[in-house]
């Protein structure tokens, strides 16, 4: 288990600087590229040369790269060119209202997404299973930037009970994060409520369910004890790995209501070619997204015992 | 007699495919949902077919900005969606919208699926270091959250059609090359697959002609999925301002440029994005009803 441990965070290691060396050679394989973009297209040749030989980019390229990931590890990310300001100083408040606005989605998402599979797994076949399903594959397929357009039409314009925008212009308010929330639950919990139903019919076949049934408990215990403990190790990891997929939904819906987060950071600082605010973004964005991934893969093995030595 | 002739000589290929592609349509029928995407995917390919005859007016004109839907033109005829900001009919405006989606959503779907074929084949049927590189390329490449890879290619390449097919490659690529290279492992050590090692075919014969198609079942379900992934993702950049350049009709296009008017004109918008989940939604329920029906037998 130990060695497994290792070997997955030494994969995770080597992903990271494979990442890195992937962005690096994206964004300042060409130096002059890199000055213009700090500079402004319309410095001239012998400002942006001084200003490379100032940062040490006459450097061969390997040793650029060395020292920028030295500087990067030890949080020295650069200098925002649009915010003109040390990159750290937008980039963690705005992962922090990400990280509020993913905290919500996820605690409304995930009761929502296994009390639903549970129970359409739990009564395969029958109507309320096709019903919940039918739902699901409806609300998996309205992007979120169309749902936000429905929500906006009928929470803020017919309704006029909510914001419209999210720009948290007077402080935090619950009122202006629950459009986000709400399309980004509804573009996410039926994905993961598939997954809990697919999980729990198979659990529900298996011969131990059979045996439990027959050995005469009560049936609220079968399900409770029996089936949820096995049912809920693939949710687990499903819902691990959406961390993933939300990072890429809080761009759409960060964009769309006007949201003071790290989507909407990724995408301004792409839009503007803000060079070294793009590259901590990204480093930050695989990087959530990798330890998701080996948490997922380590609490799987961890929770069923089946595949540990596999 | 002729009656064992029929029964010794095949009949020709192409009729046999043609058979058997039926015989999967009469399957579908069975399914309610799969039969409901069907319709719907019939109803958009139609309407992307008959573009020029059936759109009330030219999708770029300006005609007259800010029509309610149903108003009628001075000139003639009626805006049944209404008008955008700057004047041009809306349901027009979707009916070649459709076009630029089913033309870019199957073309870089299919490229996609080439290259990940190819790289899962390769993986799965050498196995060894060429698995073990193609593997670690792929998971490279799936550790970046989707959106954010996107946003950094067409910010770095720029945004035109064949920028949005390159992108759409390169990121579903990785994926299809997982689950190809999963059915390759399961299938190389089929019989048949022996039986062509024996008979001296080559490698790729044998990964192209004796195990591709025995694993083209989970295939077609994942390629209906993947198809409705990137509509949305094709919807996603031009809804961020990275899709198609204008003036061109493109739904997440016409979304991005009327959304700040969305709360005074809300059939701007709201049409565009009822057009997209439809044909998104026809391709999930098609691929549900493909699933259904291959869990049966």
């Known amino acids: ?310 | 007699m002729t009656d064992i002739i029929q029964t010794i000589i095949p009949a020709p290929r192409m009729a046999t495919a043609f058979k058997r592609a039926l015989r999967s349509f009469a399957l579908i029928r069975e399914s309610g949902a799969g039969m409901m995407g069907v319709a719907l995917i019939i109803f958009w390919v139609t309407i992307a077919l008959l573009a020029p005859l059936i759109s009330p007016f030219e999708p770029n004109a300006t005609l007259q900005p800010f029509a309610k839907p149903g108003a009628a033109f001075a000139k003639g005829g009626t805006f049944w969606l209404g008008t955008d900001h700057i004047g041009r009919d809306i349901l027009s405006r979707i009916f070649w919208g459709s076009r630029t989606v089913l033309f870019y959503a199957p073309v870089a779907t299919f490229s996609a699926y080439v290259v990940g074929i190819f790289m899962g084949l390769a993986a799965g049927y050498y196995r060894g270091w060429i698995d073990e590189v193609l593997s670690f390329i792929a998971n490279v490449i799936l550790s970046f959250p989707v959106l954010v890879l996107y946003i950094l290619i067409i910010a770095t390449i720029g945004s035109s059609g064949i920028n949005i097919i390159l992108a759409v490659t390169f990121a579903s690529a990785p994926g299809i090359m997982r689950i190809v290279r999963g059915l390759v492992l399961d299938l190389r050590n089929r019989d048949y697959v022996a039986a062509a090692q024996t008979r001296g075919e080559s490698s790729w014969q044998i990964m192209l002609v004796e195990i591709l198609p025995n694993a083209r079942g989970p295939l077609i379900v994942d390629a209906c999925l993947r198809l409705g992934y990137v509509i949305i993702t094709i919807g996603v950049l031009g809804f961020l301002g990275l899709g198609l350049p204008p003036p061109d009709p493109d739904w997440g296009g016409m979304i991005n440029e009327t959304r700040s008017m969305a709360l005074a004109f809300p059939h701007m918008t709201i049409f565009p994005c009822i057009a997209i989940s439809s044909l998104i939604l026809a391709f999930n329920l098609l691929a549900d009803g493909l699933r259904e029906i291959s869990l049966r037998d």
């Open chain 1, 1 to 310: 288990m130990i060695v497994f441990f290792l070997r997955r965070l030494a994969y995770m290691a080597l992903t990271m600087a494979v990442v890195s060396a992937l962005l690096f050679l994206l964004l300042e394989l060409t130096p002059g590229n890199v000055a213009t973009k700090v500079l402004g297209p319309y410095s001239s040749e012998e400002q942006r040369n001084l200003w490379l030989e100032a940062h040490g980019y006459s450097e061969p390229l390997y040793e650029r790269y060395i020292s920028w990931l030295g500087n990067f590890i030890s949080g020295d990310f650069g200098q925002s060119l649009r915010f003109k300001v040390p990159v750290s100083e937008v980039l963690w408040p705005r992962l922090w209202n990400t990280a509020v606005l993913g905290f919500w989605t996820f605690a409304v998402m995930i009761p929502l997404a296994l009390v639903l599979g549970v129970l359409a797994g739990m009564n395969e076949g029958s109507a309320l299973d096709r019903t919940i399903s039918v739902t699901c594959i409806g609300t998996t397929s309205v992007p979120e930037f169309a749902s936000a357009v429905f929500f906006v039409a009928i929470f803020v314009f017919w309704l006029k009970l909510l914001p419209g925008t999210s720009g948290m212009a007077n402080g935090f308010t619950f009122q202006e994060l629950i459009l986000p929330v709400m399309v980004l639950v509804v573009y996410d919990f039926g994905y993961v409520a598939r997954m809990t139903r697919a999980s729990m019919a198979e659990v529900m076949t298996q011969p131990y369910m059979r045996t439990a049934v027959l050995k005469g408990l009560p049936y609220r215990q079968v399900i409770l004890k029996h089936a949820l403990r096995n049912a809920l190790i693939t949710p687990f990891t499903v819902i691990t790995l959406q961390i993933n997929w939300l990072l890429s939904g809080v761009i759409v819906v960060e964009f769309f209501f006007a949201y003071k987060g790290f989507g909407a950071l990724i995408l301004e600082a792409s839009l503007n070619q803000d060079i070294f605010l793009i590259e901590a973004c990204s480093m930050v964005a695989v990087f959530v997204a990798v330890v998701s991934q080996t948490i997922a893969d380590l609490s799987y093995t961890y929770l069923n015992p089946r595949i540990r030595f596999a």
